[in-house]
């Protein structure tokens, strides 16, 4: 949602000799997205063309669907450098598979560097990690904590709105990570030879438990919001509301298992790769507390 040893050395945000700023285009798999939307904005702001991908044509957007490879040709015309994201999640057991396949057309097509959103502590997601590896484009792998924007446009929007957060998270503590950190990150590695062949793993500056996450949501949005833990049985039941039941036992694994206390633990990547400290949970919370998101 978000571990082999990451790649040594540090990088400014500040571009290297060596940056590649004029690339025709660059292509945002998973545009419409958390991190994709704001990688989008922050090439954008440098004067960086994109192309937006995603399952839904709507809004300006390439139609790209995992399961129809006669939709990533027209995607990758023209393309340089690729960003990419894989819907559901990269463990899912068909992301290696796809993730090569893709690679190759990309680089097939003229694409040149490959920046992939992966996650943290998980290695389900080390086989499409390895196909980007070997794609023959340059590439830098994102390894991602938990969102602190899952909370504000994520699947537990609903659950602060309503003042309780019911989760299997028991007491683990989490390291999360604010997306305008990974976005941040990413374009700088879709921006400057300096990240090509890095792994990175995108931490927040300290751990916090759900009930800790959870009081600071409440101290910023003035009002009461508990953490209440459950079981993974409990929760796929609500799953289940929304989600098929192949779809609710994945998740319902993939949340239990990422939050067991195995990555309860901080990374030095996105200071490596910024030379700054990563954004506060507290900071998070004032910010989506002042839009209304969760009144």
């Given at each position: 949602?978000?571990?082999?040893?990451?790649?040594?050395?540090?990088?400014?945000?500040?571009?290297?000799?060596?940056?590649?700023?004029?690339?025709?285009?660059?292509?945002?798999?998973?545009?419409?997205?958390?991190?994709?939307?704001?990688?989008?904005?922050?090439?954008?702001?440098?004067?960086?063309?994109?192309?937006?991908?995603?399952?839904?044509?709507?809004?300006?957007?390439?139609?790209?669907?995992?399961?129809?490879?006669?939709?990533?040709?027209?995607?990758?015309?023209?393309?340089?450098?690729?960003?990419?994201?894989?819907?559901?999640?990269?463990?899912?057991?068909?992301?290696?598979?796809?993730?090569?396949?893709?690679?190759?057309?990309?680089?097939?097509?003229?694409?040149?560097?490959?920046?992939?959103?992966?996650?943290?502590?998980?290695?389900?997601?080390?086989?499409?990690?390895k196909a980007v590896r070997e794609s023959g484009a340059k590439f830098t792998i994102l390894r991602c904590s938990w969102f602190n924007q899952n909370f504000s446009e994520g699947q537990l929007l609903d659950?602060?709105?309503?003042?309780?957060?019911?989760?299997?998270?028991?007491?683990?503590?989490?390291?999360?990570?604010?997306?305008?950190?990974?976005?941040?990150?990413?374009?700088?590695?879709?921006?400057?030879?300096?990240?090509?062949?890095?792994?990175?793993?995108?931490?927040?500056?300290?751990?916090?438990?759900?009930?800790?996450?959870?009081?600071?949501?409440?101290?910023?949005?003035?009002?009461?919001?508990?953490?209440?833990?459950?079981?993974?049985?409990?929760?796929?039941?609500?799953?289940?509301?929304?989600?098929?039941?192949?779809?609710?036992?994945?998740?319902?694994?993939?949340?239990?298992?990422?939050?067991?206390?195995?990555?309860?633990?901080?990374?030095?990547?996105?200071?490596?790769?910024?030379?700054?400290?990563?954004?506060?949970?507290?900071?998070?919370?004032?910010?989506?507390?002042?839009?209304?998101?969760?009144?």
């Amino acid at each position: 949602m978000n571990t082999i040893h990451e790649t040594t050395g540090s990088a400014s945000s500040a571009p290297s000799a060596a940056a590649q700023t004029t690339s025709p285009t660059t292509l945002i798999v998973g545009g419409t997205g958390k991190t994709g939307r704001r990688v989008a904005q922050g090439l954008e702001a440098k004067g960086i063309p994109v192309r937006i991908a995603s399952r839904s044509s709507g809004a300006g957007a390439t139609k790209f669907d995992w399961e129809d490879e006669s939709t990533w040709a027209p995607a990758l015309r023209g393309i340089d450098a690729v960003y990419l994201t894989y819907f559901p999640d990269l463990c899912d057991p068909r992301a290696p598979q796809h993730i090569r396949a893709f690679s190759k057309k990309a680089v097939e097509c003229g694409v040149t560097r490959i920046v992939l959103l992966s996650g943290r502590g998980e290695p389900q997601c080390w086989p499409s990690e390895k196909a980007v590896r070997e794609s023959g484009a340059k590439f830098t792998i994102l390894r991602c904590s938990w969102f602190n924007q899952n909370f504000s446009e994520g699947q537990l929007l609903d659950a602060v709105r309503s003042g309780e957060i019911a989760f299997p998270a028991g007491n683990c503590a989490e390291p999360f990570i604010d997306v305008d950190d990974i976005a941040d990150v990413a374009v700088a590695a879709l921006t400057d030879d300096a990240h090509s062949g890095k792994l990175y793993e995108l931490t927040g500056p300290r751990l916090l438990t759900f009930a800790e996450a959870a009081a600071e949501m409440s101290r910023a949005a003035g009002r009461p919001i508990q953490y209440v833990p459950v079981s993974g049985e409990e929760y796929a039941k609500v799953l289940a509301e929304f989600f098929p039941p192949d779809q609710v036992t994945f998740l319902t694994d993939l949340f239990l298992f990422v939050l067991d206390g195995h990555n309860a633990h901080l990374s030095d990547g996105v200071e490596r790769a910024l030379g700054r400290k990563p954004r506060d949970f507290a900071d998070f919370a004032r910010k989506a507390a002042a839009t209304g998101i969760w009144s």
